[in-house]
T-cell receptor, first 113, second 113 residues
């Protein structure tokens, strides 16, 4: 299946831990994104990479570090997790970064206890 | 800056038409999008419209764009219970060298039998 896939689907961890979320797309897109969806369903962009280069870096704590080893993968590493990091994190991809629509993964629900 | 607004809730009876409204502020928007999110799932692209169009129809979906008023609407004809979901309007807005996708708060559509 052609898709954006992210793992894990659920992640429960304690405050202070470090965790990673992985994302892969096989759509042949060159741009990938991380979005955060809070408990009120509000979606906010965190990062965007085009051909492995960072092009959007919103105001996000530096505990969050994206890594793009190639244009089909964009991983998100989070250090020193805090309660407020609990949310659903969505990976997305698009062809180009100007007008084409984004295709989303199914999300990773992160719960920090 | 960019801002996209939607009403939070809409209830309709099965078989009726649903109209979900959205307003945006960025006059440089080129494409505007509608996404659907079912519980526990990612965002599914429903349709999108280029800013030089007034209307786009795709089966049961009709998108209307009033660029002067910066108003976008999504009409779902013959609404079914399977249409119950959150619907997000989104626009591409400039962020540095890239156009990031900015989402509205989402409209929870409930279809009553």
């Amino acid at each position: 299946d052609t898709a954006v896939s992210q793992t894990p689907k659920y992640l429960v961890t304690q405050m202070g831990n470090d965790k990673s979320i992985k994302c892969e797309q096989n759509l042949g897109h060159d741009t990938m994104y991380w979005y955060k969806q809070d408990s009120k369903k509000f979606l906010k962009i965190m990062f965007s990479y085009n051909n492995k280069e960072l092009i959007i870096n919103e105001t996000v704590p530096n505990r969050f570090s994206p890594k793009s080893p190639d244009k089909a993968h964009l991983n998100l590493h989070i250090n020193s997790l805090e309660l407020g990091d609990s949310a659903v994190y969505f990976c997305a991809s698009s062809l180009g970064f100007v007008n084409s629509p984004l295709h989303f993964g199914n999300g990773t629900r992160l719960t920090v206890t | 800056g960019e801002d996209v607004e939607q009403s939070l809730f809409l209830s309709v009876r099965e078989g009726d038409s649903s109209v979900i409204n959205c307003t945006y502020t960025d006059s440089s928007s080129t494409y505007l999008y509608w996404y659907k999110q079912e519980p526990g799932a990612g965002l599914q692209l429903l349709t999108y419209i280029f800013s030089n169009m007034d209307m786009k129809q795709d089966q049961r979906l009709t998108v209307l764009l009033n660029k002067k008023d910066k108003h976008l609407s999504l009409r779902i004809a013959d609404t079914q219970t399977g249409d119950s979901a959150i619907y997000f309007c989104a626009e591409r807005a400039i962020s540095g060298s890239a156009r990031q996708l900015t989402f509205g708060s989402g409209t929870q559509l409930t279809v009553l039998p």
